[in-house]
Structures are given as structure tokens and as C-alpha cells.
């Protein structure tokens, strides 16, 4: 759950952008959390404020630039008023360029790491497939993908914990581009 959390996706269309393609913006994933949970109630202090509900809400930069033939993307995030931080980026490779009536197909790599947890080490790698197609100003767009989640834990200086998961990804989203801003919005599960 919190590998979903730090996965570094620009949320945006997988695609090639020209030398000047170059965006910023401000995105957030929201991971359902059940308080109750003991890995919740162990790991998280009582007073902490980043879940809302029962939700926790992880903010993030993300800056994206084209270089022609691929687009290379970086993301950070604090959770809250927390230590945690993550950094991850992802790079757009371009297999069959859109026209006018034809989708654009492309493959998206990605990597992110969690920083600020002195007891947990925890990385994410992912490798997607998307289709995107352009309508006027507005582009939808589909991803299937593998995502892998690699984390250590350390209990005591003797005893310390491993888990490496694989998921199945699926992402569908939308892009809304007016000349500024671009409005984008992508579900993952």
C-alpha cells in the first residue's frame, strides 16, 4: 500500500515530447488506510496529520521535460509535517507515434525511493504500457504495467525484515490542455 503511495507516476499520457515540451505541477495519491490495522497502529504515531478520514493524502512536485524522442519526469513529496520524503522518476519512450487518426503507444519506466524512516528502507520499480489518444484539447488515456515494491525493514540491530511484492497496474486517465493551465486526472489501481 504505501509502494502505491510513493510510485513515481507523472499523471500524464506516456509520450514523447519535443526539446521544448516542459511542464510542472502539483499532483496528490490518496491510499484508503484502516487505522484500526496493526501495521497502522505500530508504525504511525497517534498524532500524526496526514490522513484526512480515512485517507492518507500524499502530495507531490512533479516536473516533466521532452527531449524528442522521450520524456524524462521527477517527482517529490513530503508526507506532511513528517521526516518522510520521496524522490522517483520516470522516463516516456515512444513505440508508435499518434497521427491524426491513429493512437500514440509507449512504454513508461519508473523508479521511486522513501527517505526519512530510519527503521524502513523501501523502493518501487514499474514498467508500463499506454495508449493515448488526442481529441482537441482533450486526451484520454490507458496503462497496463507490473509494479514491484522492495522493502526492508530492520526491528533490532540482529533482526531485520524483508518483503518484495509484485503488482499488476492499471491506470485510465484524462487530459484536459487548455494553453495553461492543463488539467489532468488518473485513476490507478
Known amino acids: 500500500m504505501i509502494g502505491q503511495g510513493i510510485f513515481a507516476t507523472p499523471v500524464q499520457p506516456a509520450r ?13 495519491t490518496a491510499l484508503k488506510i484502516d487505522k484500526g490495522a496493526g501495521y497502522w497502529t505500530n ?4 498524532n500524526s496529520t496526514f490522513v484526512r478520514g480515512n485517507y492518507a493524502a500524499v502530495p ?16 517529490y513529496a513530503q508526507f506532511s509535517n513528517s521526516g518522510v520524503k520521496t524522490f522517483g522518476g520516470a522516463l516516456d519512450v515512444p513505440i508508435i507515434r499518434g497521427t491524426v487518426v491513429t493512437p500514440e503507444i509507449a512504454l513508461r519506466g519508473s523508479y521511486a525511493t522513501m527517505t526519512g524512516v530510519d527503521v524502513l528502507k523501501l523502493k518501487t520499480y ?6 493515448s489518444k488526442g481529441f482537441g ?3 484520454p488515456y490507458a496503462a497496463i504495467g507490473r509494479m514491484r515494491t522492495d522493502s526492508r525493514g530492520t526491528i533490532t540491530p540482529t533482526l531485520s525484515l524483508s518483503d518484495r511484492a509484485d ?8 487530459r ?12 490507478g489501481f
Open 43 to 46: 508504525s504511525v504515531p497517534q
Open 167 to 174: 503488482i499488476v497496474r492499471y491506470t485510465a486517465g484524462l
Open 16 to 28: 514523447g515530447t519535443g526539446l521544448l515540451g516542459f511542464d510542472v505541477g502539483i499532483a496528490a
Open 137 to 139: 484539447p482533450l486526451m
Open 176 to 187: 484536459l490542455s487548455m494553453l495553461i493551465p492543463k488539467l489532468k486526472i488518473s485513476v
Open 126 to 131: 514499474g514498467v508500463e504500457a499506454f495508449v
Open 60 to 75: 507531490r512536485i512533479v516536473v516533466s521535460k521532452g527531449f524528442g524522442g522521450a520524456t524524462i519526469s521527477g517527482s
